[in-house]
């Protein structure tokens, strides 16, 4: 007699799986950590004297790194949208739905093993998040970047950078439910996310931009979240930005869980043609 | 009836064939002609205000990046049909025929000229609107959109090249792109060459992409053309020799 | 030398080697197919029956041996080897996205065909293989038998004196199989010479004059089926008996004739030994003797299926 089905049994094993298909995709890690990486050093080659210059001597290691921890999140959760798209293709989707918990109530959608999906999915990423930071970050030392505004403001760091990146992937999650394949999906999203990274306040200061910008720049999502790790790491009034960027978060997290969640008992139902 | 190889005839015949595929799928034009024009406009706004402050007029300065940027992108799509005909079975097919050995890799380079005629006109429009003047009227026009065509052809072999060692279109996409963001940003396309560190500032400066912005920007500005030419086409030429000759020792089945 | 018409050997394979890296794919392969025939190339996945094609057609070097097609020698005179052939690969080779009849343009042309002749050709193969009224659809739309089958027409837009035909009928219905089965045989009739490789038994044994069977980069044998079937050295002979309880018994009195084999179901023995025509005596004789009756009595040839099992048997062929 085999012990019952609990969701956080499966959530555990779910998570498991989450984590090492990721580290088995190379377009995960390609996109989460080695591009952000080149982007940082090319970036810091490039633009690092003109920057430096105009913003009066502030090294550009500082502004740059939080602003790729943040990107890597983004650009790593389209790598994971593959897997999805394959979970969705494959009638995995379907087997969690038919998972056993037991108990009285019926459960026709299957609505606990898809949360228990989701909530694994979120473990994982965030996860992804954590590693991606951790490697971004001392990367960014070797380059000068430093944490000058204290332990605790550096913990906070890891701590909100891990937050704020793993929001992403319901965005991803979304598009693989909804979405009709991952050529139409992926790319403009990527689109989407790399202009995020320039208008923010990641790659250069906010007087940089033309004056119709600026506003732009001042409420993007990514945007904050940056401004809000750069203030942790050198200092600065920290609860405006941070504020926003939580506000961000959550609205990513609600909005686009929701819109998953609904999508995710839509393709179970979805006719699949037999090939 | 003459089956000998011939190499006008087969990269003739191939290159259409090349250009009949895309032109069916006119979506793949999309991404050589929407991420230049976003990208353009995302350098623009981050970095106008920071270079004029240097005395750098990006208005002229970055259309010849915007330009080379998507012949880039143009070019990386030879590498994806490359390793789609591997993959199809299409490349050892015409290889087992009495077909030049040159011909699929030239008839690459003619269909992503042809697309990379319309990117050049189209970023060119854009460039204008942007504030860009031609100071040397049209045959400076003609001149940039010559040099474009050529460094989208000498590109497109070498990204034809890298799509013979993709095991998958995509994993050849994926390659292709690798040396585009080096090459493009370590030059002179948005920075002068002197912002760079010291040791960097050597390969900024001679590197192919750097000599074709140099050649495209005295054509737009009527500055000295004769030295950067020659810089230019002495890259354009080694590369060019040394992409055929690899792409003559390609195997066509793995 | 050149290519001799009706006359001589179309292909002579003498000690082919490949290796990629350390793997030797062939390892010393030899080989003849002689003109008008269909030569079958048997083996399992990864025996190097498309590599063997591969060097055949041009397209890789062998590392070691002669490979003489049409009479030219594939590494020095391979220009006049792709001249005389046509390859028709594992999967259909033509592009998706052109139609039938532009697909066939193309192929023309890359032979030489002018314009005009080449849009005639596409016509005339298009109007051969059933095409006609899907000419200017998109490839596509094709079904798997409709693309297989331009796709071995665009190999026949110039008439190869050899053509290859690396496993045409692999993923296709049995309908389109038997579809390709008859275009083959009349390509044949039609005085060509066709190396067919294929996975399928009943394909080689239905369509080839003669097989090669090879594994792990070597022939293991070489002849027509029914000498393939001969050679393993195995016959078996049949025996059905009335009394389907005294099977046990009949199988205890069959034991010392040759390996006894029972089908309770059928109520049958089946006896395999090196001799079938002397064993059956002496099985009748003994169940006979023991008073059970015969229903029925004989004597069947392996199947392919056997034989190459038998062949490729890493562990050694069963008596």
């Not at chain 3, 041996?65 to 006049?80: L, Y």
């Not at chain 3, 002749?117 to 000419?135: C, H, I, K, N, V």
């Not at chain 3, 331009?150 to 009928?169: G, N, Y």
Request: net charge negative.
């Amino acid at each position: 007699m085999t012990a019952p089905v609990t969701i956080p049994k499966v959530v555990a094993a779910l998570s498991r799986r989450e984590v090492m298909r990721t580290l088995a995709t190379p377009a995960v890690i390609v996109q989460a950590v080695a591009f952000p990486a080149v982007l940082l050093m090319v970036l810091l080659a490039v633009f690092g004297s003109a920057v430096e210059d105009f913003s009066g001597g502030e090294p550009y290691v500082q502004r740059l790194t939080p602003a790729l921890v943040i990107s890597g999140a983004a650009f790593g959760s389209m790598g994971t949208v593959l897997g999805l798209f394959e979970d969705r293709s494959s009638g995995f989707f379907d087997r969690i739905r038919l998972i056993p918990f037991g108990g009285d109530t019926p459960d026709g959608a299957g609505l606990r093993g898809l949360r228990a999906m989701m909530l694994a999915r979120s473990i994982s990423e965030h996860a992804r998040v954590f590693a991606g930071t951790v490697v971004l970050t001392a990367l960014g030392a070797v380059f000068g970047f430093r944490f000058e505004a204290g332990l605790g403001r550096a913990l906070a760091f890891f701590v909100l950078a891990t937050i704020f990146g793993a929001s992403f992937c319901w965005i991803g999650f979304a598009l693989a439910t909804k979405g009709s394949s991952m050529e139409a999906v992926v790319p403009p999203v990527s689109a989407l996310f790399l202009i995020l990274l320039f208008l923010s306040h990641g790659m250069v200061p906010i007087d940089a931009f033309p004056d119709w910008v600026q506003p732009v720049v001042e409420v993007a999502p990514s945007s904050l979240m940056m401004l809000t790790l750069q203030r942790l790491s050198g200092g600065g009034e920290v609860a405006g930005p941070l504020l926003g960027a939580l506000a961000w978060t959550i609205g990513f997290t609600v909005v686009f869980g929701t819109i998953a969640a609904r999508g995710l008992v839509g393709v179970s139902t979805e006719s699949r043609v037999d090939s | 009836m003459s089956s000998r190889p011939s190499l006008v005839r087969d990269t003739t015949v191939l290159g259409g064939r090349a250009i009949a595929l895309w032109t069916r799928n006119p979506a793949s034009m999309a991404s050589a002609l929407i991420f230049p024009i976003v990208f353009f406009t995302l350098f623009n706004l981050v970095a106008r205000r920071m270079m004029t402050a240097r005395g750098f007029d990006y208005a002229q300065l970055l259309p010849a990046t915007v330009v080379v940027q998507a012949m880039f992108f143009t070019a990386m799509s030879a590498a994806y049909w490359v390793a789609n005909d591997r993959l199809t079975g299409m490349t050892p097919r015409v290889r087992s025929m009495p077909v030049h050995r040159a011909a699929p890799l030239l008839a690459r380079s003619v269909s992503e000229m042809t697309r990379g005629v319309i990117s050049v006109v189209v970023l060119l429009i854009v460039g204008v609107i942007a504030g860009m003047r031609f100071q040397v009227g049209i045959q400076g026009a003609l001149g940039f959109v010559a040099v474009a065509l050529v460094f989208v052809a000498v590109t497109s072999m070498g990204m034809g090249l890298i799509g013979a060692m993709g095991s998958t279109p995509e994993a050849a996409s994926s390659l292709a792109s690798v040396p585009y963001l080096p090459l493009l940003m370590l030059s002179n396309g948005f920075v002068p060459v002197e912002d760079f560190p010291g040791w960097l500032q050597g390969f900024a400066r001679h590197q192919p992409v750097t000599r074709t912005i140099d050649l495209m920007r005295a054509l737009i500005d009527g500055g000295p053309t004769l030295e950067p030419f020659w810089w230019w086409v002495g890259w354009m030429v080694v590369l060019g020799v040394v992409f055929t000759v690899l792409a003559a020792r390609v195997r066509p089945v793995r | 030398m050149a290519s001799d018409d009706g006359e001589g050997l179309a292909i002579e394979v003498d000690g082919l080697v490949k290796r990629f890296g350390d793997v030797e794919a062939i390892a010393g392969l030899s080989f003849e197919v002689r003109r008008g025939e269909i030569l079958g190339l048997l083996g399992p996945n990864g025996a190097g029956k498309t590599t063997t094609v591969n060097v055949l057609s041009t397209l890789i070097e062998p590392d070691a041996g002669t490979v003489r097609v049409d009479g030219f020698d594939v590494v020095a005179e391979s220009h006049r080897v792709r001249q005389a052939i046509s390859l028709t690969g594992q999967f259909a080779a033509v592009d998706a996205q052109l139609s039938g009849h532009e697909n066939l343009v193309l192929f023309a042309r890359l032979r030489g065909l002018p314009k005009g002749e080449a849009a005639a050709r596409s016509t005339e193969l298009l109007a051969d293989f059933g095409l006609t009224d899907a000419a200017d659809r998109r490839v596509g739309e094709y079904s798997g038998g409709m693309r297989r089958r331009l796709d071995i027409a665009c190999s026949l837009v110039v008439e190869p004196r050899v053509l290859f035909l690396d496993e045409p009928t692999t993923g296709l219905d049995p309908r389109s199989r038997s579809e390709l089965w008859q275009v083959v045989r009349r390509l044949r009739a039609g005085g060509i010479t066709i190396v067919l490789t294929t996975q399928y038994l009943e394909e080689a044994d239905l369509l080839a004059d003669r097989i090669v069977v090879i594994d792990e980069g070597r022939s293991v044998a070489a002849g027509t089926a029914a000498e393939l079937k001969q050679a393993t050295g195995g016959t078996t002979c049949v025996v059905s008996i009335v009394e389907a309880g005294r099977l046990d018994e009949a199988e205890q009195l069959a034991a010392p004739f040759g390996e006894v084999a029972v089908d309770p179901e059928q109520g049958e023995l089946r006896v395999a030994s090196e001799s079938a025509i002397d064993t059956l005596p002496e099985v009748i004789g003994a169940l006979r003797g023991a008073g059970i009756t015969i229903a029925e009595a004989g004597i069947r040839q392996p199947t392919l299926d056997e034989v190459f099992l038998a062949l490729t048997d890493r562990s050694g062929a069963a008596a």
